[in-house]
């Protein structure tokens, strides 16, 4: 740690700004108090099923100030609103103020009106002395000067804030990146970059399915150099390639930025997985379909983690641009996987080297399994196109995977019992937005197992024998490819 001494002869007062090397963050994998969908609450029944959420978001608090977390972040929807209608999401709603207003709610609640939720955030935060990140709904008036002004009279807005150690509101950010369905949430007119500053780095914010975008994501971390970003979510895992941590983890290590991913906890609906990553580390995480409890995640991070971004170095197309792309032998089929439909090749030996090509993208494979169980059915697979029934973004992806059977790669498996000795992966992207991901048998993550060489490959590191691998995976993402936003699938 290193501090400077300002001294203000003019104000009478010594201001002293400390920067940390490193901090601890927390982040809370929360479970929820549903409201009923169907049912409008009057105002006072909503803000008590919010605070039934809140006082468990307070526990957590206070556990993670103890263990001298500088900051937590709680979920998406973690006090309210998941699946709620336009109609009922209403008594939910606060007017939440833009943070240049410089107010602490806790010391003055009622400068803005009735804002029961914030007052007690803002309090967490004070009395805690920690920087609290939490998601709920934000309302904003509007008339018939506005053309687009919905026939409410309201924008309605899916809203993460942060409170810092005195309590005051400093970040305010509305999601734009709607998924679908969240019909009772308007977007903002533009992606909103919001900033904030710590004496342990620079912070940005996006709320989970902006992530899959270039704005706010990538400009929060190309154009205005944040250190960590704040991601709180509500994360339906989807394999093999998109479950939360194993996406969340890569984005993180490609980006070179610290994710702070904080998902709601809930089972039945396919929705776990919260973790401190950083782009060297994969750092510690959660994910348990077993249980329906809470679970708080803390570990120490560096506030500025490595500058050089990891796709601002690497040649993602050096390597596989230089491999004959027509392997002798290798028989290709079509198969769908997550809806999309890949060229596939099953791998029936236990070594191999494999290449095959879709479209504008040929995919390269070299590796060695310890041993072939017969039970697990593995293929290689390439894709290059739009992904998903709305076709909203385009990807190019590379990936090895283990499937249930040849008939059923639409279904990924979740287990495995093959371990790779070796593995090479490679291909032909036209992007420099590359993520690279290493699966294991249980969707368990892959620490210190693998590395990104300078020409593209994602490579195994020796002696480092996997355990049971479910899937290999560099998924690329052409954003300059993604068509504009169709309002009636997104809001």
Same mark, same amino acid.
């Given at each position: ?93 606060? @007017? ?15 400068? &803005? ?46 809203? $993460? ?17 709607? !998924? ?32 899959? &975008?270039? @704005? ?21 895992? $989807?394999?093999?390639?998109? =479950? ?31 973790? +401190? !990553? ?35 170095? /690497? ?14 032998? $290798? ?36 590796? =060695?399994? /310890?041993?072939?169980?017969?039970? @697990? ?21 590379? $990936? ?22 070796? &593995? =090479?992966?490679?291909?032909? !992207? ?11 048998? @249980? +969707? ?43 309002? =009636?699938?997104?809001?």
């Amino acid at each position: 740690m290193y501090c400077s001494d300002i001294f203000i002869s003019v104000l009478f007062f010594t201001y002293s700004s400390c920067a940390l090397d490193t901090f601890t963050a927390a982040v809370y994998e929360h479970v929820p108090l549903f409201q009923n969908p169907n049912q409008a609450p009057v105002q006072e029944e909503a803000l008590a099923l919010m605070n039934k959420n809140i006082d468990v978001l307070e526990q957590a608090v206070e556990t993670a100030a103890q263990k001298g977390a500088h900051i937590i972040v709680t979920p998406e929807y973690a006090i309210c609103c998941l699946d709620l209608s336009r109609e009922t999401v209403y008594p939910y709603l606060e @007017d939440i103020p833009d943070p240049e207003v410089n107010w602490i709610p806790c010391s003055d609640p009622h400068r &803005f009106g009735r804002a029961p939720v914030q007052n007690r955030l803002s309090c967490m935060a004070k009395n805690n002395s920690i920087y609290l990140v939490a998601n709920f709904g934000d309302k904003k008036l509007c008339n018939n000067s506005d053309n687009n002004c919905p026939e409410d009279g309201h924008y309605i807005y899916d809203t $993460t804030v942060v409170f810092n150690t005195e309590g005051k509101l400093i970040a305010r950010y509305h999601k734009y990146h709607l !998924f679908l369905g969240e019909t009772q949430f308007n977007r903002p007119k533009e992606p909103e970059i919001v900033t904030f500053d710590t004496p342990f780095g620079k912070f940005g914010i996006f709320i989970c399915y902006d992530i899959l &975008f270039h @704005d706010p994501a990538i400009t929060l971390v190309t154009q205005h150099n944040v250190d960590t970003v704040i991601f709180t979510t509500a994360w339906f895992n $989807t394999l093999p390639h998109y =479950s939360a941590v194993q996406f969340h983890s890569s984005w993180a290590m490609a980006m070179g930025t610290n994710l702070l991913s904080s998902n709601i906890h809930n089972t039945s609906m396919g929705m776990t997985g919260s973790g +401190v !990553f950083s782009p060297d580390e994969l750092g510690p995480y959660y994910y348990n379909k077993h249980t329906d409890e809470g679970h708080l995640v803390i570990s120490k991070l560096s506030s500025h983690p490595r500058k050089s971004k990891l796709f601002s170095s /690497v040649k993602w197309d050096a390597y596989a641009s230089s491999i004959n792309h027509l392997s002798p032998g $290798t028989k290709t089929f079509n198969g769908t996987i997550f809806i999309d439909s890949f060229t596939l090749t099953e791998l029936q030996d236990a070594q191999g080297i494999h290449s095959i090509c879709h479209n504008n993208l040929c995919c390269h494979l070299n590796y =060695s399994m /310890v041993e072939k169980r017969n039970e @697990d059915v593995y293929v290689f697979g390439a894709y290059d196109g739009f992904h998903g029934p709305h076709k909203v973004f385009h990807v190019q992806v590379c $990936t090895v995977l283990k499937c249930n059977s040849l008939e059923t790669c639409i279904n990924a498996a979740e287990t495995a019992s093959t371990r790779f000795e070796w &593995f =090479s992966l490679s291909g032909t !992207f036209n992007t420099p937005y590359v993520f690279p991901e290493v699966l294991l048998s @249980d +969707v368990q993550l892959a620490p210190k197992m693998f590395r990104i060489l300078e020409d593209g490959r994602l490579v195994s590191l020796p002696d480092k024998a996997s355990k049971p691998l479910l899937s290999i995976t560099l998924l690329g993402r052409n954003y300059e490819k993604d068509p504009a936003i169709n309002m =009636s699938l997104l809001t």
